[in-house]
């Protein structure tokens, strides 16, 4: 039986996973399907069944889906839970399916492919939805001393701080949080192609600091485009997004894939053409 994996969502065409994990089943030569599933809201049960007695390998789970997807689930490992969302699942068994969160380790390796994470210096964090827990998360984890969020709702980043530590700002402080940062990550979807671009004052960030952006369409936010003019080092972010989907690959076909520029240039294609 040919080995099966996807990524469910609503709507979920715009997805890039199809991309990534079938350029990886060609380099590999590992005869598999991965597969883009729209599920309607009311569907989703049935569909983690589906795939449950079809003999999924697995599956990555896309908005709206990664925390309502939890409860669904016969196991959901120690980051998962402690993130409060999932987006990869796992056959872990006959008949069980294993959530994971592989947003935190992504986050941190594309970091890690470009520059050394700097523990001594204050991070900074704009938002406080699903993927700014992931990375408050990997940052805390990787022993960052001091991190700061701010976010438009200051109740929603209260919420974050009292799972992990962190000092919370608030948005219209939200420049003067930047003196003597080490790293400026945007969580949010501003920047986001459709979305107003996110105004933040950079004056007072030292040059030395790292900024970079969840946001990868378009792959050079206002946001990076005014630090890498200024003299900073900046981390679009398509890394994340690829070094997220190494996890679930290796966990289903058995083989542990490399994010090359080969595989860099072929997703960006694809973001260009849409």
Not at 18 to 25: G, S, Y
Not at 41 to 49: K, Y
Not at 57 to 65: A, D, I, M, S
Not at 240 to 246: C, I, K, S, T
Request: neutral net charge.
């Amino acid at each position: 039986m040919t080995m099966r994996a996807g990524v469910i969502g609503w709507p979920v065409a715009h997805s890039l996973s199809p991309r990534i994990h079938r350029f990886w089943l060609a380099e590999y030569g590992i005869d598999a399907q991965y597969q883009a599933v729209a599920v309607p809201p009311d569907w989703l049960g049935n569909a983690v069944d589906g795939f449950r007695s079809g003999g999924w390998r697995g599956f990555n789970v896309t908005l709206p889906y990664k925390e309502t997807i939890l409860p669904l689930l016969e196991r959901v490992d120690d980051t998962a839970r402690a993130i409060g969302a999932v987006n990869t699942v796992i056959a872990a068994g006959e008949g069980i399916f294993e959530g994971r969160n592989s947003d935190a380790q992504g986050f941190l390796a594309s970091l890690r492919s470009d520059r050394a994470i700097r523990t001594e210096k204050p991070a900074v964090i704009l938002g406080a939805g699903g993927a700014a827990r992931a990375i408050l998360a990997a940052l805390s984890g990787a022993g960052v001393r001091e991190i700061r969020i701010a976010n438009r709702n200051r109740a929603r980043a209260e919420i974050l701080a009292a799972a992990f530590p962190a000092i919370i700002c608030d948005w219209d402080d939200r420049a003067a949080m930047l003196q003597d940062a080490g790293l400026l990550v945007n969580a949010t979807s501003l920047g986001m192609k459709g979305q107003p671009a996110l105004s933040i004052d950079l004056d007072r960030l030292p040059m030395s600091a790292i900024v970079t952006d969840i946001v990868y369409r378009p792959l050079e936010t206002d946001m990076l485009a005014r630090a890498r003019a200024r003299g900073n080092p900046v981390i679009d972010g398509l890394g994340m997004l690829l070094h997220q989907a190494a996890a679930g690959f290796a966990a289903w076909f058995g083989v542990s894939p490399t994010v090359t520029p080969q595989l860099r240039a072929h997703v960006i294609a694809a973001i260009e053409h849409g």
